[in-house]
Structure formats: C-alpha cells, structure tokens
C-alpha cells in the first residue's frame, strides 16, 4: 500500500542561483545554441545583406522561447525516461528540483510569449511557424514517433529544421526555395548526428525503451545509413550554392569531403568489428554544421550569388 511517505517528493530548489539552473537545464540550452546558429544565415541569405540588428536579435530572442518551450515540455512528457538514462538523470525533473506542473506552464508560456514576441516583432508567419514546430516536437516527435519507431529521429528531426525557415520568414514574410533547400542540409544532418550519439549511449536507450535505431540494428546496418545520409546531406548542401557564392561553395565541398571519410571510417571499422569512435562523427557534425553556416552567413552578407539567381 503506498503511503505519502511513499510518494515522490519535490525538492524545489531554494537558492535563486539553483532555481535558475534547473529552469535552464528544462529548456536545454546547448541544444537552443545549435538552432540559433542555423537562423541567422538564413535571415542573412534572406536579405541578401545584414538585416535590421533589431530584427536579428528579436528573431533569435522569440526562437529561443519557442525552442526553450519544446525542450521544456519535452522534459515533462520524457521524466520516465530520463530518470533511467544514465545521460539525462540530472536534468531538473529526475533531481525533483522543479516540480512536473511548474515545468509545464513554464514551457507552455514560452510558447505562448514566443508566439506574441515573433508576431509583434517580426510578422505572424514567423509566429505561427514557431507554434506549428513547438506542436510538431511535442505531439509529433515525443509523444508518438520516438517510442514506437526506429525511424524517430528521421521524420522527427523536422522540427530542428525549422529555425533556418522561421528566420527565413521574420526577413521576407514567405517562404521560398532557399529556406527549403535550407531545411533540407539540417534534416539530412540530423540522423548521422544523432544516431552516432546513440552509438555511444545504445544502452541507455534499450534501458528506456526507445527503439533507437542503434538499439534494434547491426552497427554495421548503423554506420551504413549514416553513410546514406551523409552523401545526402553533402550533395544537398550543393543545391544552395547557386543562391550563395564561391565562399560558400568551397567550403561546402571541403568540410562535405571531411564529413564523408570521418563517416566511412565509421563504416569500416563497424563491418570489420573493430572498436569504434562514434562520438567522433557527433562532435565532428557539430563543427561541420558550424563551418558551412559560417560560410553562408558570410557570403550572403558579403558575397554575389555564384549564378547570380535571386532568391
């Protein structure tokens, strides 16, 4: 018989400094880094220069809401989860330091505030397409697709795509080829990120239950598909280089090319049973990601399309 002794308890954090911490740590600050650095290239590119400063820092500002409110209310619909993943014990809701209730209205008003923020600053399309994205990673991804598929992370990895169209949006008030060329590199991104993490940590998700494609397949099945996907987030990211320029171009090719042998070492080692180094593709994606925004932002502020097309 369960008793109130018996129940979870709450240790709600008593020091500012120490509740602070545990709201950051809900809306997963590391990941909201990544997904800014996607956005302002895209707005750059939009404008085909440097956009209002004001407009630039109230996009990132009401993306950071609306990325913050994601992993928020991702950490309520995941606190099982969690408290049995070696990598995620220590986020606020396994610690008890926020309670489950104060973690959802805090990610719901950061939806909310992100919504009005976006709309007032930038234009409705931007907003709504902020909500649509929160709605996707919650409903779609968190509570459907990432416990009843191995394919989770693919067709929900969408919702990290969506801040190179949001920023796109706040600029212009559409959306047009470039942003989708754009939403593209990232989706084909995520599964070799993703899964080469999951390399690392497949035991903790068997321990979860979330059918991880490492957690279900061969490692040589793995790296396979990241290899598919890498040759396809490379050859996607050509796609955009007639809107760019040379800067661009360059640099897609040569950290493509980089990406490409880190992704079939992977592979050889795995098929021939080897110990391998997936962490080594992880931290390489990130980079990898990072370089070719760079060059974006710097040829779309600075640089002539390589056709001269207009975007």
């Known amino acids: 018989m369960t008793t109130v002794a018996d129940a979870p308890r709450t240790r709600h954090a008593r020091r500012p400094a120490e509740l602070l911490k545990a709201y950051l740590g809900l809306i997963k600050p590391r990941v909201i880094e990544l997904l800014l ?22 996009t990132l500002i009401g993306g950071t809401m609306a990325a913050g409110s994601a992993n928020a209310l991702n950490c309520v619909a995941d606190a099982d989860i969690d408290q049995v993943m070696k990598r995620t014990r ?4 396994v610690r008890h330091t926020v309670s489950n209730r104060h ?33 996707f990673y919650v409903l779609v991804y968190t509570l459907v697709l990432k416990r009843r598929t191995v394919q989770n992370i693919v067709w929900g990895g ?3 795509c969506m801040p190179v169209v949001i920023g796109w949006a706040a600029v212009t008030g559409r959306v047009d080829w ?19 993490l999951a390399m690392k940590y497949k035991d903790d ?19 396979r598909q990241i290899v598919l996907f890498s040759w396809l987030m490379v050859a996607w990211t050509l796609l955009l280089v007639p809107a760019a320029g040379w800067v661009y171009a360059g640099f897609a090719a040569l950290s493509g090319a980089w990406f490409l042998v880190l992704a079939h070492r992977l592979h050889r080692s795995t098929k ?27 040829d779309a502020a600075f640089g002539l399309p390589v056709l001269g097309w207009p975007v």
């Open 178 to 196: 470039p942003a989708l060329v754009m939403f593209g590199i990232v989706f084909f991104w995520t599964p070799p990120h993703t899964w080469a």
């Open 90 to 93: 220590a986020r606020p809701l």
């Open 272 to 298: 021939r049973g080897v110990p391998t180094k997936p962490m080594r593709l992880f931290h390489m994606s990130n980079t990898y990601l990072m370089i070719v925004c760079v060059a974006l932002g710097v």
């Open 37 to 58: 650095v996607t956005t302002i290239p895209a707005m750059l590119l939009a404008e085909r220069g440097i956009p209002s400063p004001w407009l630039v820092l109230n």
């Open 205 to 223: 998700y068997a321990r979860a239950g979330v059918p991880m494609l490492p957690v279900l397949a061969e490692p040589a099945h793995v790296s």
């Open 158 to 160: 969408a919702a990290g």
């Open 103 to 135: 973690a959802l209205l805090f990610g719901l008003a950061l939806g909310a505030g992100s919504f009005l923020w976006l709309w007032l600053s930038a234009n409705l399309l931007a907003g709504v397409l902020a909500v649509a994205t929160i709605l």
